[in-house]
Every structure is written in C-alpha cells, then in structure tokens.
C-alpha cells in the first residue's frame, strides 16, 4: 500500500511541474521578448524536472550532460524545439511587418531604406535559394563564405569570392537576403554584413526590407543576377566584432545567449541572459528602436556585449540590432565555447 501510495505521489508531483513548466516556458518568453526582466521568485522548474528525472546519480550515463537528455528523453523537451509561444509571437508579428518603420539618421546608416539605396551601390543577395532578385544585384549566397556552419573559409578565398563577383573594398554593398531554412528573417544578411565588417569594409549595409518589399513598392526585381567586372578585394581584418573564447571566459563583458528559450534552459554559457534572436524580429524585419530598448533594457551600454548561438549565424541579428543601438557588441558561437571548454 505505501509503495503505490508513493506512486501516485510522484505521478502527481511530475503533472505539477509539467505544469509549472508551461506556465514558466510561456512566461519565459515574454520575459525574453521584453528583455529577460521578470522575477520568478527565485523558483525553478527545470531544476526541479531535472531533479525528479535523476532519481539515482547511479543511473546517469557517462560523458552525458544528464539535465539536458533528462528533459529531452523523459519529459520529451527537445532543445531545438522552439516554444508555442515564440511561434505564436513570430505569427503576430508578422502582421506588423508591412508597416513602414521609422528609422533613426543613425540606424538607417547601417539598416539602410528602400529608398535610401541608389545607383552607387552594389545591391548583393546572400540567400540560400533565391529565384527573385531586386534588378543589378550580384547574387553570392551566404553558404559560399563557410568552410562549415558557424566556420568561415579562410581570408584569402572570401576575397576571392568577393572580388570575382565585381566587388571591392571600397564599393558601397548594401546586403539583403532571407534565411529560409530559419523561417525567414535577415540573419543571413547581418551575417555577411558582420563579416564584411570584419574584412574592414565601411561603406556596407543591410536593406531594411527584402526582394519581396523591393516589388511591393513598385521597383523591378528579376529571375537574372547581375555579372561585374572583376575586381581586387583588399581586405584590412579587424577583430573587433568577434569575441573569444578568453574575452567571455574573463567575465568581463555582458553574454546574450540568443537561441530560443528551451535552448536556454537545456544548457548555457554562465551568466548569459536570454534574449531570443527571433524578439528583435516582427516578422522577417527588425524592429523599431523604441521596441529593442525595451528588449535590450536590462544592458548596460556602458560594458561591451557578446552575442552567440549555436553556430552564431541567427545571432548576428541581435548583434546588427545592438550595434544600430549603439552598443559596443561582438558575435560568437557556443561551438566554440563548447570545444575550448571540453579542452581545457
């Protein structure tokens, strides 16, 4: 009798927490969307899942980091699976989308308008599969540039392909591209606007907007990618938008974990806060100043930030939203942090 009772006891203790957990990962995200500042009381249920799910250290798997596979075999939470509530909000965001958001002098320097582009620049498509383009744009998709995801090819062969392609560094770039396998959003235009930074280019940007917008405000897109002339691409790197594995191991700088809330929860660098890459999105464009400062709220402008996902890619929208909001901001990738933290 006491054996069952403890039974049910344990059953019913595992409903309250799944329980708990819903109304948390629900919460979660809103916390996320406004900047991750809502108190919880101190409270944690995914603390308290992974302590019923290890009922015995003895049973734990070697080499395995057991809170993780606790929530993704026995509460059947998958780590790359985003919440309800994210894709709900992706949803109702994407209705704001076609709005015309006004832009600062100094976010449309970086983020430029439809109307802002010009002759002088050289428009370039950076995504994956496109058959529409906006009419002269040269098309190099973002995956040419990796040597892997989250490793780009080496210096000499992205100049190389940039300069092939009719591109130097002193031309204006203006970048646009969507991210189809992420769901849309411009990731892999701030992507390639943080590496282009990277190589020293000053006269880019990202087009607030895509090819789709470029056709629905009267301009000519096509099926054809624009051929140049080739040029020579001289590259002055600078490593001043990317982090290392020592700069955010040091303690020194504010960590933006911008992967999805139950990425988060499965596992993060120590001390990251959480602010979902898709929260600085409505829709497939970034949002407006006034929201990212509420979202970006609990930051201290005065202390630099590094922003990472998995492979950093998707990170490069929140670390393009930081640096139009004038924080000084680097991108990373928690593979890397992973490797050298195995290693050391």
């Known amino acids: 009798m006491h054996s069952l009772n403890l039974g049910f006891s344990f059953i019913s203790i595992v409903l309250l927490m799944l329980l708990a957990l819903s109304q948390s990962a629900s919460a979660g995200a809103e916390c996320a969307s ?36 606790s929530r993704e075999q026995r509460w059947n939470m998958s780590a790359s699976t985003e919440s309800s509530s994210a894709r709900e909000g992706t949803e109702d965001a994407a209705a704001e989308q076609q709005a015309i958001t006004v832009r600062s002098d100094e976010a449309a320097a970086i983020l430029a308008p439809l109307d802002a582009v010009n002759g002088a620049d050289i428009l370039l498509d950076v995504s994956e599969n496109s058959s529409s383009h906006i009419a002269g744009s040269v098309v190099i998709p973002y995956m040419q540039f990796n040597e892997q995801p989250g490793l780009l090819k080496n210096l000499s062969e992205i100049t190389e392909i940039l300069g092939d392609a009719g591109i130097s560094r002193e031309d204006s770039v203006v970048i646009y591209g969507e991210c189809l396998p992420c769901g849309g959003g411009p990731s892999v235009a701030t992507y390639v606007y943080w590496m282009m930074k990277g190589l020293g280019h000053e006269r880019v940007r990202v087009l607030d907007g895509t090819a789709e917008d470029w056709q629905a405000s009267g301009r000519v897109v096509t099926s054809d990618a624009a051929v140049l002339a080739g040029k020579t691409y001289s590259a002055a790197p600078t490593a001043n938008y990317t982090a290392t594995y020592e700069m955010v191991n040091g303690g020194g700088v504010q960590i933006v974990d911008a992967r999805t809330v139950q990425e988060f929860g499965s596992g993060s660098i120590p001390g990251s806060i959480n602010i979902p890459y898709a929260s600085v999105l409505d829709g497939n464009k970034i949002k407006s100043e006034e929201k990212l400062e509420k979202i970006f709220g609990l930051l201290d402008k005065g202390q630099s930030v590094v922003v990472f996902t998995n492979t950093g890619m998707k990170a490069s929208v929140v670390w393009f939203a930081l640096e139009m909001m004038g924080y000084d901001a680097r991108l990373y990738s928690y593979q890397d942090w992973v490797a050298n933290h195995r290693d050391r």
Do not use: F, H, R, V
């Open 34 to 69: 406004l900047g991750g500042g809502c108190d919880d009381g101190g409270w944690d249920p995914m603390a308290k899942l992974d302590e019923i799910g290890n009922t015995s250290a003895d049973q734990q798997p070697a080499n395995t980091k057991w809170p993780a596979k």
